[in-house]
């Protein structure tokens, strides 16, 4: 459209320049005398012509630059009207980007926050399994131990039952050097409890030797005040 605007501005130059030409040299030259009048009657049409062509010729320049002008004002209108369409959809485009951009980062974030709530739920239930499991443990040792600590008695009370039933004489007789000393354990069994002289039960056989003898059944008669305390009332020979 410049190529168009320049040659079109070139010609009207031209035009111009040629009819400055033309009015300078109607301007210049001589008055024609009275031989040459008839001369130059004859040239009036020739002239005439020369002269409409001129103005024809520059009406058309002028034709032209209005063409001109009005081609480089419709170009400069479209130009700014394109500009303008450029400068809109870019706003829009980055309208339209900054709204994507702030759903992404919402639903990033809300990802994020279902992503920690559901962490911290498994990590409760974790610790909630874990608390209830413990206590079910423990509660289980703790009943499983009472349930063999009853289980030991229990066994114990047979076994100390049977024992007493199998084992345990009605009455014992210790041999010592100065005489023999003889105990009626059914009568001491019916009077005192078995713990007075069983330090463990079941009650056990006792190892009885001169020491513990003293010791237990003279200081028990002593404490008591019944059974016999001297030498003789004991060993019998």
Do not use: W
Not at 2 to 8: C, E, G, P, W
Not at 12 to 25: G, Q
Not at 143 to 160: D, F, M, Y
């Amino acid at each position: 459209m410049q190529k168009h605007f320049f040659k079109s501005a070139l010609v009207f130059a031209c035009l111009t320049a040629l009819v400055a030409c033309s009015s300078e040299e109607r301007q210049e030259a001589p008055a024609p005398d009275a031989g040459q009048s008839q001369k130059a009657t004859d040239q009036v049409a020739p002239a005439t012509a020369a002269d409409q062509a001129v103005a024809e010729a520059k009406k058309a320049g002028e034709h032209i630059g209005a063409a001109a002008e009005k081609s480089v004002e419709a170009a400069e209108e479209a130009a700014a009207t394109a500009g303008q369409q450029v400068k809109e959809t870019a706003g829009q485009v980055k309208e339209s980007t900054s709204a994507m951009v702030d759903q992404a980062q919402q639903k990033t974030a809300e990802v994020v926050d279902e992503g920690r709530a559901a962490l911290d739920s498994a990590v409760q239930e974790g610790k909630q399994l874990a608390s209830e499991s413990k206590e079910a443990t423990e509660e289980t040792l703790t009943e499983a131990k009472q349930a063999a600590e009853e289980a030991v008695q229990e066994g114990a009370k047979t076994t100390g039952a049977i024992a007493t039933q199998v084992a345990a004489p009605e009455v014992l007789t210790y041999e010592a050097m100065n005489g023999n000393v003889t105990f009626d354990h059914s009568m001491h069994s019916k009077a005192l409890s078995c713990a007075k002289c069983h330090e463990v039960m079941p009650p056990q056989k006792i190892a009885i030797d001169k020491t513990i003898a003293h010791q237990l059944c003279t200081g028990c008669h002593r404490e008591m005040g019944a059974g016999p305390t001297a030498c003789n009332e004991c060993h019998i020979k």
